[in-house]
């Protein structure tokens, strides 16, 4: 299972875009990015997957560059709701896969 | 989307007794759940995985007799804490997971996991 990396925590401000980058080097060929974002005392709940380039939907984009080695979570226009726990996860086509969660980014939104 | 619950949302109980929590997938089903704890502040972390119709499968360092899984059918997965010590006090969280494909030409098989909304124990 390829490890990730992610900043621990991010600030920024109502209205603003965020970008957050999560690190896996060591992907494989298999493999696919899944985002997830947590509230307290809640489950979490899935944003966004992707296995090479961009994908958009309704609450946010994911850009993979073609060596697919990081990634790039983008929540346009954030709101105070949005502060949340953001965890960047890497899973396999295998139907043996589980995910492993890493630390995550604590993003905090101000008004 | 689809709908994974758990009961009972909170619990409090007494050191020693068991505790059993229940995890369904209320629209699909499910061959495979996970079962994973979070302590404050902490991230998810994976106790076991839990098949249908088999035993469960304990991550490293996760006491099988400490924590009995029963995956008895396709909607639901248990997971009693035998025993609950206040160590035990904990966010106990279940997934369900499902496989797809996106389209006929692109035979890769996605995973998505759905996640309840889990359970805060709380062992006095």
């Known amino acids: 299972l390829a490890k990730t990396t992610q900043p621990i925590s991010m600030d920024s401000y109502e209205g603003q875009e965020v970008n957050i980058t999560c690190s896996h080097n060591?992907?494989?060929?298999?493999?696919?990015i899944t985002w997830y974002q947590q509230f307290p005392s809640q489950g979490p709940r899935f944003i966004i997957q992707g296995y090479k380039t961009k994908v958009t939907n309704e609450v946010a984009s994911l850009f993979i560059p073609a060596d697919r080695k990081s990634s790039t979570l983008s929540l346009p226009r954030v709101s105070l709701s949005d502060t949340a726990v953001y965890y960047c996860?890497?899973?396999?086509?295998?139907?043996?896969?589980?995910?492993?969660f890493g630390s995550g980014t604590r993003l905090s939104i101000r008004p | 989307g689809a709908v994974v619950s758990q009961h009972p949302s909170w619990v409090i109980c007494k050191s020693g007794t068991s505790v059993k929590i229940e995890c369904r997938s209320l629209?699909?089903?499910?061959?495979?759940m996970f079962w994973y704890r979070q302590f404050p502040k902490q991230s998810l972390m994976l106790m076991a995985t839990s098949n249908e119709g088999s035993k469960a499968t304990y991550e490293q360092g996760v006491e099988k007799d400490k924590f009995l899984i029963n995956h008895a059918s396709l909607t639901l997965s248990t997971l009693t804490v035998t025993s609950a010590h206040p160590e035990d006090s904990s966010f106990y969280i279940c997934?369900?997971?499902?496989?797809?494909?996106?389209?006929?030409?692109?035979?890769?098989?996605?995973?998505?996991?759905?996640f309840g909304p889990g359970t805060r124990l709380t062992v006095l």
């Open positions: 060591n992907i494989a060929t298999n493999d696919y």
């Open positions: 997934s369900a997971r499902v496989k797809f494909t996106l389209s006929p030409t692109d035979s890769r098989i996605y995973n998505e996991q759905f």
């Open positions: 629209d699909f089903q499910a061959t495979t």
């Open positions: 996860l890497v899973g396999s086509y295998s139907s043996a896969s589980k995910i492993i």
